[in-house]
Nanobody, 123 residues
Framework: QGQLVESGGGLVQAGGSLRLSCAASGRTFSRYSMGWLRQAPGKEREFVAAIDSSGGTTYYADSVKGRFTISRDNAKNTVYLQMNSLIPEDTAVYYC????????????????WGQGTQVTVSS
């Protein structure tokens, strides 16, 4: 089994930045692709960004492309999401997740999930 723990969420004004971290333990998550997904109030969970096991390939939702950057440090078993130019529509619970079978843009393909961290962007 493994565990994913997110941190770094909080309240920020529109135009501001936050950096989310996801610490992995109990499993060799460095072998797997990792993703960030989010769920806003009253909405379905949606894909935000993904990164392959080596960190060489990344994918982004159109809504965050150019503003968010996903990265990973396999030596620290940690995945990051740098969020810049935040807008109120980015308000959501952000989840870190592991995809054991590939690098997917589909929420349903992710196998391990953290508990989430709240990001609130005020206007």
């Amino acid at each position: 089994q493994g565990q994913l723990v997110e941190s770094g969420g909080g309240l920020v004004q529109a135009g501001g930045s936050l950096r989310l971290s996801c610490a992995a333990s109990g499993r060799t998550f460095s072998r797997y692709s990792m993703g960030w997904l989010r769920q806003a109030p009253g909405k379905e969970r949606e894909f935000v960004a993904a990164i392959d096991s080596s960190g060489g390939t990344t994918y982004y939702a159109d809504s965050v492309k150019g503003r968010f950057t996903i990265s990973r440090d396999n030596a620290k078993n940690t995945v990051y999401l740098q969020m810049n130019s935040l807008i109120p529509e980015d308000t959501a619970v952000y989840y870190c997740a592991a995809d054991l079978h590939g690098t997917s843009l589909r929420v349903s393909d992710y196998d391990y999930w953290g508990q989430g961290t709240q990001v609130t962007v005020s206007s």
